[in-house]
């Protein structure tokens, strides 16, 4: 599996030749940050970076805006998680629901 990672921030709404300008031949002895900047650049990956916002990016906004969970209200990091766990029964509850009707 080749994973996709974002290398840093990027501006919105680039011009259109931006967009579909040829990322050119990979670099020659890149660095790891690099090498994924390029890989980014390339169709396949545009396309394939492009899905996390169906996917993931939906997901943590539900939980943010319609959930209200902003922040953790318990310290430490198994405390932590089970407050995540609980948020995601919430979250998958809340699906399960609006899938039944």
Not at 68 to 76: A, H, I, P
Request: overall charge positive.
């Amino acid at each position: 599996m080749n994973p996709y990672l974002a290398t840093g921030r990027r501006k919105h709404n680039p011009r259109w030749d931006e967009r579909r300008a040829d990322p050119g031949p990979p670099p020659d002895d890149p660095s790891p940050v690099e090498a994924m900047a390029w890989r980014l650049q390339t169709p396949e990956g545009k396309d394939f970076y492009g899905q996390r916002k169906a996917t993931v990016e939906t997901v943590f906004g539900i939980i943010k805006q319609v959930l209200g969970f902003r922040q953790f209200s318990l310290r430490g990091l198994r405390k932590a998680a089970g407050e995540w766990n609980l948020v995601q029964c919430a979250y998958n509850l809340k699906r399960m629901h609006a899938l039944a009707g």
